[in-house]
T-cell receptor, first 116, second 111 residues
Framework: ETGVTQSPTHLIKTRGQQVTLRCSSQSGHNTVSWYQQALGQGPQFIFQYYREEENGRGNFPPRFSGLQFPNYSSELNVNALELDDSALYLC???????????????FGNGTRLTVT | DAKTTQPPSMDCAEGRAANLPCNHSTISGNEYVYWYRQIHSQGPQYIIHGLKNNETNEMASLIITEDRKSSTLILPHATLRDTAVYYCIVSRSSNTGKLIFGQGTTLQVKP
């Protein structure tokens, strides 16, 4: 069973640039969620994708956007980067079905983004 | 989703049981209690979850009070590798992908 993998592991960008982070879900999972974790804080929910559509969004501006592909891999895109976007970005996958919404999240180890 | 309160830090001796408390006094009837932990430089790891009854798996036990206003995560024989930040989260089953993490409890297991 392949776990959740994220790429790249580290990234440095300049304020105003755009960034794309990638995530491969755990085999068999159909739902992906993205979280932002600032230093010393708990992860904050950005959004979730289910069947290639956004299925819930946290308190993040529209410059944070995402995609889920037919193979359930996903991307997080952030436009017009700000210094405060510096954080660990975590991807998590799960298997959701009508019968069972209790599927726990399986997290990757994240992408550390630094905006200078 | 209901809010949770956890102590910011705890110590535990290696080999002893670690008991991590969590208060969730505003929990509603359809909300589950989830526990995750995050070891330094890694993503969070699912530990266990429950609704009303106590639960046990290979990692830990979850004890939920009868009124469901608090719970305790028990690591029966803590090892140094259990040093991590432990998050107690309350969530409806339909929201399991949209978890609200607090600050968690930093558990330090000492030799």
């Amino acid at each position: 069973e392949t776990g959740v993998t994220q790429s790249p592991t580290h990234l440095i960008k300049t304020r105003g640039q755009q960034v794309t982070l990638r995530c491969s879900s755990q085999s068999g999972h159909n739902t992906v969620s993205w979280y932002q974790q600032a230093l010393g804080q708990g992860p904050q929910f950005i959004f979730q994708y289910y069947r290639e559509e956004e299925n819930g969004r946290g308190n993040f501006p529209p410059r944070f956007s995402g995609l889920q592909f037919p193979n359930y891999s996903s991307e997080l895109n952030v436009n017009a980067l700000e210094l405060d976007d510096s954080a660990l970005y975590l991807c998590a996958s799960s298997l959701e079905s009508r019968a069972d919404h209790n599927s726990p999240l399986h997290f990757g180890n994240g992408t550390r983004l630094t905006v200078t | 989703d209901a809010k949770t309160t956890q102590p910011p830090s705890m110590d535990c001796a290696e080999g002893r049981a670690a008991n991590l408390p969590c208060n969730h006094s505003t929990i509603s009837g359809n909300e589950y209690v989830y526990w995750y932990r995050q070891i330094h430089s890694q993503g969070p790891q699912y530990i266990i979850h429950g609704l009303k009854n106590n639960e046990t798996n290979e990692m830990a036990s979850l004890i939920i009070t009868e009124d469901r206003k608090s719970s305790t995560l028990i690591l029966p024989h803590a090892t140094l590798r259990d040093t991590a930040v432990y998050y107690c989260i309350v969530s409806r089953s339909s929201n399991t992908g949209k978890l609200i993490f607090g600050q968690g409890t930093t558990l330090q297991v000492k030799p």
